[in-house]
């Protein structure tokens, strides 16, 4: 019967492993499969969380089956079977643990699930086999389980994922290889948007305006990455399509240069440089260099560069590394600018603005530019939907496009004024049984954009403006500067702000310091706290914002 029970602690083991697994699987497909990001996320939350309490559990049952086994077998083996009982309970609550972007059984994430579980399983088993009917076997096989759980985010990260590369690399060959060809058979062209923020707005609003010249097909959601980029050619690229505006992200330099050298762009938008994903890019020379990768790439011979005026790094790009003909866009009017904004106002639930087209920009040609009033200029009013000052540069990075590829000013407003905000940037959502608008802006948060989501919290018609965030990540040392600093922001507009866990804490910090009352200030240990007193709380004219929802590695 020793040898029954150190099965059975093998097999409780082994279960551990699988819903630690899980667990780990999923922060390490969220972080791109990137092995220091997954080292990084087991410092702040593995360790103490979930590996040391099972691997003690798995280390005391074993050597408390080898004791109890001593005096009677029958107990070492019940001891066995509740670890099995035990670890099997504590394994479903992680597989049906609440998951804001659930892990997803590519073949990929397969690969590395079976193959985790059978290194380990394997391991048990040699260790199982040597112990035999030895009364110290379960102890040994308890130590070795406990081993394999502390040491699992390094064998999925290190060991596994290194054993399984080629197999991968084979298969994104194959996948590289077929979107290469689908691009040859359409021969779309192609626009490449980059920037810190505001692509996948801008994305919607080129894929508008070059519908104009035929279906335009925009990379879905966030295939934001290259193996995104090529599943989206493959799975989406159509024959029709005359237009192909691909959102390009970045986490390190030489991303949008991998991106550029599948789609080879003929038009390049530069959103922004700023501080967003600081934390990996560790300064704002390399998120420059970086997203400056798309410039390099643009042809000189009938290529467009489009990006801000306003900004002294994207302009330094547009200046140094692009051979393209340039288009520059600000909101409001700049003496860099080609094309800008006048008279922005929100009313009736919509952007108004008029765009402003320099005298001989469309052509190419240099001049007076930013000068209101200038004779050759083309104005159209633009009525968008995209709320907030902000998506104002979007919608000229948009514009310019469109007058640079040749389209009338008039047609490309009206295509301004179909674009609809994308899921969970800004978008209204209106409850009027209730009487509450929640504008639903959680898809991410970076400064610029969240004191532009408070603007247009403040200046949405309301009885009370209530806040909902978590605060902001990935900015670095910047990070809790920048969360006090939106706290001071927020002092001005909510009525009551919502915030939740640690930098929520530093949000409430900037709050005070900018003289927020108390009753101003509510704060909760995660989301599901915050959401039911919000529940709770909300009445008949209330608008509420909810800026930022942190992903699962930070939950």
């Avoid at 994430?109 to 260790?127: D, E, H, K, N, T």
């Amino acid at each position: 019967m020793t040898l029954l029970t150190s099965v059975l602690v093998a097999i409780g083991a082994l279960i551990a492993v699988g819903g630690a697994s899980h667990l780990l699987l999923h922060v390490f497909q969220q972080e791109h499969y990137e092995a220091r990001r997954l080292y990084l996320w087991i410092g702040q939350a593995y360790a103490v969380r979930l590996a040391l309490p099972e691997a003690g559990l798995v280390l005391v049952a074993g050597g408390a089956a080898a004791l109890a086994g001593a005096a009677a077998e029958a107990i070492g083996v019940v001891i066995a079977v509740a670890l099995v009982a035990m670890t099997a309970r504590a394994a479903r609550v992680i597989w049906s643990r609440e998951q804001i972007k659930p892990l997803v059984f590519t073949p990929r994430a397969r690969r590395l699930f079976g193959l985790q579980l059978a290194v380990c399983a394997l391991v048990l088993a040699i260790v199982v086999a040597i112990g035999g009917g030895q009364q110290w076997a379960p102890a040994v096989t308890g130590a070795a389980g406990a081993l394999l759980l502390l040491l699992a985010p390094w064998l999925l990260g290190g060991v596994v994922n290194n054993m399984l590369r080629p197999v991968q690399q084979a298969d994104n060959r194959r996948f590289v290889r077929r979107a290469q060809q689908r691009l040859r058979d359409v021969r779309p062209l192609v626009v490449g948007i980059t920037g810190s923020y505001g692509k996948t707005t801008t994305k919607a609003c080129v894929t508008a305006v070059l519908d104009l010249l035929g279906p335009s097909y925009p990379t879905p959601a966030s295939f934001n990455s290259t193996l995104g980029v090529v599943r989206a050619i493959n799975e989406g690229l159509q024959p029709q399509h005359q237009s192909f505006v691909v959102e390009m992200g970045a986490y390190r330099t030489g991303d949008v240069a991998e991106l550029c050298e599948l789609v080879h762009p003929r038009v390049g938008v530069l959103t922004a440089i700023g501080p967003a994903h600081l934390e990996r890019f560790g300064s704002l020379d390399v998120t420059e260099q970086a997203k400056g990768e798309l410039a390099d790439s643009l042809p000189a011979d009938g290529g467009l560069f489009v990006t801000r005026a306003d900004d002294e790094r994207t302009l330094r790009v547009a200046r140094t590394r692009s051979a393209a003909r340039t288009l520059l866009f600000a909101p409001a009017p700049h003496p860099e600018a080609d094309v800008w904004a006048e008279d922005v106002r929100l009313q009736d639930g919509r952007t108004i603005f008029t765009v402003v087209v320099r005298a001989g920009a469309a052509d190419g040609e240099r001049g007076a530019a930013g000068a209101s009033g200038s004779a050759g200029e083309q104005r159209a009013e633009v009525r968008a939907r995209l709320l907030g000052e902000h998506n104002v540069a979007n919608l000229l990075a948009a514009a310019a496009v469109g007058v640079g590829r040749g389209l009338a000013l008039t047609d490309v407003a009206r295509a301004l004024g179909r674009v609809t905000p994308p899921d969970h940037r800004l978008a209204p959502i209106v409850n009027r049984a209730a009487g509450v608008v929640v504008i639903d802006d959680s898809y991410n948060a970076n400064p610029e954009g969240a004191a532009a989501a408070l603007g247009v919290l403040r200046d949405h018609p309301a009885t009370r403006r209530v806040l909902v965030t978590p605060g902001m990540v990935e900015l670095g040392e910047r990070e809790r500067e920048e969360n006090r600093r939106l706290g001071e922001l927020a002092a001005g507009v909510a009525d009551v702000a919502l915030l939740i866990g640690p930098r929520g804490e530093d949000v409430a910090e900037g709050m005070r310091a900018a003289g927020a009352r108390a009753e101003q200030i509510l704060h909760f240990p995660d989301g599901p706290a915050a959401h039911a007193k919000l529940a709770e709380l909300t009445r008949s004219g209330d608008v509420v914002l909810f800026e930022n929802d942190l992903p699962d590695v930070y939950a």
